[in-house]
């Protein structure tokens, strides 16, 4: 089955710098990638997802890639803000009809002001 | 609002008693998930359903069962708690026959279990 790594488990920033979380995976076949943000106390929310048609995906601060070859993918977050410490996880899995994504072990994000 | 309801909240619990954790959800949902989630080993599923009638096994599902009468609700039960259960259980649904957006999981608010 698939197994996803993800990397680093946390990560301290600067607000206004840049920070990178990358995720590895391990079944081929995975065709389809999103992102989880989960707040303090809070739920995941899906913030951004990419299929292995595409090799980037762009939503204003984030930005996720796709290494197809490689079998892996990251989350960039650009301009940092306070409001985006949190825990995020990737995950993976195909991506027709009724899947079961499997996550990674999430990657605690504080950024100081 | 739309969305999935878990209950109870937060729940202490005695090792050896009988646990279950509800989840609703209103949005018509067909697919099921519960998730536990602990500190640095992420979100691991525990069962699933597909549909209303069935059900199937995640990644940890020793200890746990559910099941899964009409799309609305999908319990989950601790038929004898033990500590090693203590954690934060997350409930989510999605909508698989979508074209696009067939695994975009909607979660619950979480329920938090301690055993003692």
């Known amino acids: 089955g698939e197994n996803v790594e993800q990397h680093p488990s946390t990560l301290s920033v600067q607000e206004g710098d840049s920070a990178v979380i990358k995720c590895t995976y391990s079944?081929?076949?995975?065709?389809?990638f999103p992102w989880y943000k989960q707040e303090l106390g809070k739920r995941p929310q899906l913030i951004i997802d990419?299929?292995?048609?595409?090799g980037e995906k762009k939503d204003q601060r984030i930005a996720v890639t796709l290494n197809k070859t490689a079998k892996h993918f990251s989350l960039h977050i650009t301009e940092t803000q306070p409001e985006d410490s949190a825990v995020y996880f990737c995950a993976a899995s195909k991506d027709t009809g009724f899947q079961k994504l499997v996550f990674g072990t999430g990657t605690r994000l504080l950024v100081s002001p | 609002i739309a969305g999935i309801t878990q209950a109870p909240t937060s729940q202490i619990l005695a090792a050896g008693r009988r646990m279950t954790l509800r989840c609703t959800q209103d949005m018509r949902h067909n697919a099921m998930y519960w998730y536990r989630q602990d500190l640095g080993l992420g979100l691991r599923l525990i069962h699933y359903s597909n549909t209303a009638g069935t059900t199937g096994k995640g990644e940890v599902p020793d200890g746990y069962s559910v099941s899964r009468a009409n799309t609305d609700d999908f319990p989950l039960t601790l038929a004898s708690a033990v500590p090693s259960q203590t954690s934060v259980y997350f409930c989510?649904?999605?909508?698989?026959?979508?074209?696009?957006?067939?695994?975009?999981?909607?979660f619950g608010a979480g329920s938090r279990l301690t055993v003692l």
């Open positions: 079944d081929s076949a995975s065709n389809y």
């Open positions: 990419i299929r292995s048609n595409v």
């Open positions: 989510a649904s999605s909508d698989s026959y979508r074209v696009s957006g067939a695994n975009v999981l909607t």
